[in-house]
C-alpha cells in the first residue's frame, strides 16, 4: 500500500473546518472550536501515539510544517526520540556521589 503525502494544499489549510486533517506521513492539521489552525505531528513510541507540536499555522506555513515534520520523522528514526525508560527518577539520581 502506497503512502499518500502532501493530502493538503495551501487553500485547503485556509478553508478546513474543525478536527484533525492528514496531510500525510504523520502530519495533522488542527482545527480546534474557536478557529485556531495548529501543525502537529504524530508519532508512535512503544505501542503508543504521541503528538508533537510544530507551531501555528499563522505563523509556520505548509511547506514548513511539511519540513519540520520530516526534520523530526528523521531523528525519530535515528533514535533521537527515545522512551523514559530504563532512565533513573529525580529522586534516584543526585548530585552527589555515593560512596560504595
Given at each position: ?21 492528514a ?50 520523522r ?7 526520540i ?19
Amino acid at each position: 500500500m502506497v503512502r499518500v503525502i502532501g493530502k493538503l494544499s495551501a487553500m485547503a489549510v485556509k478553508s478546513l473546518g474543525r478536527g484533525m486533517h492528514a496531510d500525510g506521513a504523520g502530519l495533522y492539521l488542527c482545527v480546534n472550536a474557536a478557529g485556531a489552525r495548529s501543525w502537529i505531528y504524530r508519532y508512535m513510541l512503544n505501542s503508543r501515539a504521541r503528538e508533537m507540536g510544530l507551531g501555528p499555522a499563522h505563523t509556520v506555513g505548509l511547506t514548513e510544517a511539511r519540513k519540520r515534520a520530516g526534520e523530526w520523522r528523521l531523528k525519530r528514526l535515528d533514535g533521537w526520540i527515545r522512551s523514559r525508560r530504563g532512565r533513573p527518577s529525580a529522586a534516584r539520581r543526585s548530585s552527589t556521589p555515593r560512596e560504595r
